[in-house]
């Protein structure tokens, strides 16, 4: 990725995620290489959205549609847990996120469709940005929700295929020395 691309994408994901953060968080799960790729990958999909021609339908109803967001709630959850945990904590943060539930499955599950539905699918008060309306606002939350949406799936994704997770990521120890399946088996 050259430094004029960096740039770029460090400018397009300002709203939606800190990209040294996010890099350095990738760097966990996967090698180098592909931390590279999932970046260049962004870079283009973020210079799609930031010119319209991939954006949300008009007028954002994932925004204010509390049935579209559910939906789209439970797409993700239809990750198995120790995936979604480890792709909302590269795309959000939080340590937290990589801590395991205490047995209890649906606090757990519980908790990771709080944490999509107020972080992953909404927009932090620390992100906002000064729009002209309403219509402007659901726009750009929009292209904030689809950068982070695309980030997720592509570092997921790609994390899956290395299958080169750290022991201390609480996955890798399974019984055949590997990881689980990235969705869940229901």
């Not at 008009?58 to 549609?65: N, S």
Request: charged share 25%.
């Amino acid at each position: 990725m050259t430094p004029a691309m960096a740039a770029a994408l460090r400018d397009s994901l300002r709203e939606a995620c800190s990209l040294e953060d996010v890099t350095e968080r990738m760097g966990r799960y996967m090698s180098k290489d592909a931390c590279d790729e999932v970046l260049v990958m962004m870079s283009q999909v973020c210079k799609n959205i930031n010119a319209g021609r991939l954006k949300m339908k008009a007028g954002c109803p994932f925004v204010t549609d509390l049935r579209i967001k559910e939906q789209a709630t439970s797409i993700f959850m239809c990750y198995s847990p120790e995936w979604l945990r480890i792709g909302l904590h590269i795309v959000l943060g939080g340590d937290a996120l990589l801590q395991k539930g205490t047995g209890k499955q649906d606090k757990e599950v519980q908790f990771l469709r709080l944490i999509l539905e107020k972080q992953m699918f909404s927009q932090s008060s620390a992100h906002k940005r000064v729009v002209e309306g309403p219509q402007e606002y659901r726009e750009a939350l929009g292209n904030i929700i689809l950068k982070r949406i695309f980030l997720f799936v592509a570092a997921l994704d790609r994390a899956k295929l290395e299958s080169a997770l750290p022991l201390e990521a609480g996955i890798d120890g399974l019984d055949d020395g590997g990881s689980p399946f990235l969705f869940c088996r229901q």
